[in-house]
């Protein structure tokens, strides 16, 4: 078999002008040449590549549509409007977290495992029936809470508006092109749906009198996206959706739980830190100073997202632990020195995001860089790994024991008075390095396998 390697003649050059002796430049050479070797695609993973591009395009899409909008919603609205608007899309993202549940992690994986068109037709009728049950208890939910809030209260229609808008994105059969391999729709579709929404508010929103416009903006693209997805798979896959059982779609409903409960966990203690923030820590300034690390540490946190979504149906159709060990090595030096870097400019991150009054708490950023680190492997390793191969029980362990060692820590320093910026950030990293050090731990035998990587390189 022919074997990609990098010129021994380049590579002995470079080594020997850098004063690495003769036995460091043999290392040198071999991992090179590995290196080489697994980034190169293959037909078995170029849909993987494919899917990171397209997914990375989304990303990037995602960033760019609110950007055009916001500048103009803030001064047609004005600030009473627009403190409507931003409540809103908050309130939102929590009912979003229920309505998604955890169906684009189980659907995907049953679409990814199903054999014939019929059975893929069932998979998404089960999943549709399972998100409209729970979009109903969702949506009774969301109006109880909302008459007791005052200003979803006396903004209710808006409220239901954005909810129905918030459901409709989520009836999407996204985990349909995720179980394929092939998420390209997926962008073109948001592209498009997004777009027109987005045109249509300079045309129809002009002052906080056009306020509802917003949300039946958002249920057209909603409408739109629904439809495309559906058409763009019928015409892809040949699928449609095939109505199930009750009791079918209940059971997707308990599976599809477990994988919910998880992520939720995990987001329950990255707001429990902040809460807690918000009670022990009496320095508003310190405050500001950790909700600009968390926004950085976010933003950086989102780049990972395109990688593990592709990751994840790959794994599930092919069980390629091989192609992910790689994946793991390779960015060691990628998120070593990105993770220096970034503590490394911290003053400057803090600058850009909120300016010179905050220069004096980009040690802050410092303190809490560990967490990039130690949240990608932990990712990488979760779903893609261990979910993938069956441990969903275990991903959910390890999420929910990392949290409980995150509250405790919290309110055992903040019970013996202790509890400063500096401690909490520490709490934060290993937090962070108990459920990436866990995770690995249970994933070692698809991640160390008797042959070493020197061994690979030799050959």
């Known amino acids: 078999m022919y074997r990609y390697r990098t010129c021994d003649y380049c590579g002995y050059r470079f080594c020997r002008s850098v004063g690495l002796s003769r036995k460091r430049r043999r290392y040198v050479l071999l991992y090179s040449s590995w290196f080489v070797r697994s980034l190169v695609l293959s037909s078995q993973h170029k849909h993987f590549y494919s899917n990171v591009v397209w997914q990375y395009g989304l990303q990037i899409v995602k960033y760019i549509f609110p950007l055009i909008t916001l500048p103009y919603l803030t001064r047609v609205l004005l600030p009473e409007g627009y403190a409507i608007y931003a409540y809103v899309v908050s309130f939102m993202t929590f009912a979003q977290t229920f309505v998604d549940f955890g169906f684009n992690l189980s659907g995907t994986k049953r679409i990814a495992k199903s054999e014939t068109v019929e059975e893929e037709n069932r998979a998404i009728g089960a999943v549709t029936e399972a998100r409209l049950l729970l979009g109903v208890a969702t949506g009774a939910v969301v109006v109880v809470v909302a008459w007791f809030i005052p200003i979803t209260h006396s903004n209710m229609l808006y409220t239901m508006l954005a909810f129905v808008a918030v459901f409709g994105k989520a009836v999407a059969p996204d985990f349909l092109f ?39 903006l958002d249920i057209l693209s909603s409408v739109i996206a629904l439809a495309w997805s559906f058409i763009s798979a019928k015409r892809m896959f040949g699928t449609t959706i095939t109505f199930v059982p009750l009791c079918e779609a209940l059971s997707e409903l308990k599976v599809s739980a477990l994988y919910c409960f998880s992520n939720m966990a995990s987001v329950v ?111 990488m390793v979760g779903w893609p790994i261990l979910g993938a191969s069956g441990k969903v029980t275990e991903v959910t362990f390890t999420t929910v024991g990392s949290a409980v060692f995150c509250i405790v820590s919290l309110l055992t320093v903040s019970a013996i008075g202790v509890a400063s910026l500096q401690v909490i950030c520490i709490i934060r990293c290993l937090t962070e390095a108990i459920m990436c050090v866990s995770r690995i731990w249970l994933a070692r035998g698809y991640l160390f396998p008797s042959r070493s990587v020197t061994a690979d390189c030799e050959r």
Request: net charge neutral; no cysteine; charged share 10%.
């Open 178 to 216: 995720q179980g394929h391999e092939n998420m390209g729709p997926l962008t073109t579709r948001y592209f498009v749906s997004k777009g027109v929404s987005t045109a249509l508010t300079f045309v129809v929103v002009h002052s906080i009198d056009d306020i509802l416009w917003i949300p039946i």
């Open 269 to 379: 203690f990255s707001g429990f830190t902040t809460l807690l923030i918000g009670i022990v820590i009496t320095n508003k300034a310190m405050i500001s100073y950790w909700s600009l690390a968390v926004t950085a540490i976010n933003a950086i946190q989102s780049l990972y997202s395109p990688i593990v979504n592709s990751l994840y149906p790959h794994m599930v159709k092919g069980g390629d632990y091989g192609f992910a060990r790689k994946l793991l090595l390779v960015s060691i030096p990628v998120l070593l020195i990105g993770t220096i870097a970034f503590a490394a400019l911290s003053d400057v991150v803090m600058l850009v995001l909120g300016g010179k009054d905050y220069l004096s708490g980009s040690w802050v950023i410092a303190w809490a860089s560990p967490v990039l680190l130690f949240s990608f492997y932990a990712t």
